[in-house]
């Protein structure tokens, strides 16, 4: 029978199916990170079963506040820090090593084609870029992963999204997710895995796969899904190549994984992107979406380019160019933050860090940051971000805030004129 | 297993996200207890008050759909739990939301619509609703009259419930 990635992943990790519908697989690799974990520890170690079912499978970093900001978040790290030494979790990024999960964890070469991934975290998603099945999930199915390496599902549906077309200029992986988000709605991918396929995916690099599958969970969908190729090889071939006689013996082992012919699809969402122009969120919801023109010249405040969605060295290198040899407007307070040790890094040696702050941003240590206003880069009521994060929500960086994503290029010139711009407007010398 | 029932919330708004219903900078607590007076403080509702007194009283939740979307937290349903709302009602649930729920041992019991606004007619009339788990009916009961329906969930989530959540069904059988 033809079947869909995910299926293929659900039959080959099947443990058990105590109900019909419900599907117990078995897990590849267990996320932590020190927001949704340490109540998870503490209710182990309350019920006297501080065991893990298997250290090596366990990933474990500390990214939404750090450095600790106060004794609540110093405790929290705490918690994470003496459970990985004392269940032996050798892959524990403390600070100096640590960045946002998301952009860290596939950086290590921990996913690969056909994981079950599970994490406290709803982004967890993003992971499916590499053919994975991956989905964000809370504390408690969380503990059950940490101690019994299970975790429980609804069997998969699956929605395919066909992108065609050819990219404009000023136009990212960003733009063309929040134009799908907006069609899909909020909830059109509830239950769902959103598969996504076409000239236009096969042509992104894994940083835009993953921007791509990072807000699958804003259309309400379990996990994105990108099938596993050439691209995927190249990126895993660091951490693979001992497996493999060559990369194209590699290519041929992830391409079981791929969603056969005549399997059963929910939907089919279309879009080409020829047309498309940079989009623009401009409510409370992630399905709040505009072309860019139409919300140019609202005023904003902050700027902040980062996070799991747009945190990556691409992002960086795309707002760089655009910020390069300019100054951010006076009004805005720009911030940056490298998504991991390694993108802040290769931004350094190609002088990225260097044009934004001749620029005038501060750039941050790697950390989920302004993104969800736990940590730095909270706004005042009643003040304006324009943000390559992936939520819009009332109060998500501050009470009485104002969220407008966007993708780094929108957010670079944006900071430059103080307002909403359309970056091919601004490449063309003139405000939009 | 929890009690269900009680007098009712509603909350007549689709896609309430669960940023709404606890905010991240709460997150940094580690105890259930001290997510109490925080709950749904960031609800953008028209006429809503977080620190309306008669919350307090609430043990049912009833609103539109797509109910806790967004981030995962599960400080969501534990902000719910430790006011004593153990059920909620809505015409769709995102998944997550709906996951935790049940882990906990808690009831999010999905709806059709035109079931959601029959319960919601009793808006405002001191409506309480009481959950017959064995037979999978509830009934509302207002100023304006009672209405039963009845309501499916998952073999899965059922026995969730009954074994009091997910750790200790997964606990006696994994």
């Known amino acids: 029978m033809a079947m869909t990635l995910s299926e293929k992943i659900f039959a080959s990790h099947l443990r058990d199916e105590p109900f019909p519908g419900t599907k117990v697989l078995s897990l590849d690799a267990v996320l932590c990170h020190e927001i949704t974990t340490p109540i998870a520890i503490n209710d182990l170690v309350a019920r006297g079963k501080d065991r893990v079912f298997d250290p090596s499978k366990i990933k474990v970093v500390i990214d939404h506040v750090t450095p600790a900001k106060d004794t609540k978040t110093a405790l929290q790290g705490k918690i994470l820090r003496d459970w990985s030494r004392r269940q032996g979790i050798r892959d524990f990024f403390d600070i100096g090593r640590n960045g946002v999960c998301h952009a860290l964890f596939p950086e290590q070469g921990f996913i690969r084609p056909g994981y079950t991934v599970i994490m406290g975290d709803s982004h967890t998603c993003t992971h499916g870029a590499f053919g994975a099945f991956a989905a964000g999930v809370g504390t408690t199915d969380l503990e059950v992963g940490i101690l019994k390496g299970v975790c429980a599902f609804r069997e998969p549906r699956t929605i395919r999204v066909n992108v065609t077309g050819k990219v404009p200029e000023g136009v990212f992986a960003k733009d063309i997710i929040l134009r799908i988000i907006r069609d899909l709605t909020v909830k059109g991918a509830t239950d769902c895995v959103v598969e996504f396929h076409g000239d236009v995916v096969k042509g992104l690099s894994m940083e835009g796969r993953m921007t791509l599958c990072n807000m699958a969970i804003e259309a309400g969908g379990t996990s994105g899904v990108c099938m596993p190729d050439e691209v995927t090889v190249d990126y895993l071939w660091p951490f693979i190549s001992g497996g493999y006689k060559d990369r194209k013996a590699a290519l041929a082992d992830f391409r079981k994984w791929w969603s056969d012919e005549g399997c059963a699809y929910v939907k089919v969402v279309d879009i080409d992107v020829s047309n498309l122009a940079p989009q623009v969120t401009y409510g409370y919801k992630p399905d709040e979406v505009k072309d860019v023109a139409e919300l140019a010249g609202t005023v904003v405040d902050q700027v902040y380019i980062g996070s799991c969605t747009n945190g990556r060295i691409e992002d960086l290198r795309v707002a760089a160019s655009f910020v390069k040899g300019r100054k951010i407007a006076d009004t805005v307070r720009g911030i940056v933050s490298p998504a991991t040790p390694k993108v802040f890094r290769e931004a350094d040696e190609e002088g990225l860090l260097k044009i934004f702050m001749d620029a005038g941003f501060c750039v941050t240590n790697p950390t989920c940051g302004a993104c969800l206003g736990m940590s730095n880069g909270v706004l005042a009521p009643g003040e304006v971000c324009a943000s390559t994060t992936n939520r819009n929500f009332n109060g998500r960086m501050g009470k009485g805030g104002m969220v407008h994503l966007m993708s780094p290029a929108t957010a670079a010139v944006t900071a430059i004129e103080g307002r909403i711009t359309d970056p091919r407007e601004f490449a063309k010398g003139g405000r939009s | ?174």
């Open chain 2, 1 to 174: 297993m929890k009690t269900f029932g009680g007098k009712v919330l509603f909350l007549d708004r689709s896609d309430i996200n669960t940023d709404e219903i606890i905010p991240a900078k709460y997150l940094t607590e580690i105890s259930k207890e001290a997510l109490k007076p925080h709950m749904l403080e960031d609800l953008k509702l028209e006429g809503f008050d977080p620190r309306d007194p008669e919350l307090q009283e609430a043990r049912v939740i009833v609103t539109r759909a797509n109910f806790g979307c967004g981030s995962s937290r599960e400080h969501a349903p534990w902000v719910f739990e430790i006011n004593d709302i153990n059920v909620v009602i809505a015409s769709g649930f995102a998944r997550i939301f709906r996951q935790n729920m049940f882990n906990c041992g808690m009831l999010a019991i999905e709806l059709a619509e035109g079931a959601i606004d029959r319960l919601f007619a009793h808006r405002g009339a001191n409506a309480s609703l009481s959950v017959d788990f064995k037979n999978s009916r509830i009934e509302i009961k207002s100023d304006k009259g009672s209405e039963g329906f009845d309501y499916s969930v998952s073999g899965f989530d059922k026995a969730l419930v009954e074994a009091g959540g997910w750790v200790e069904f997964a606990d006696a059988k994994y």
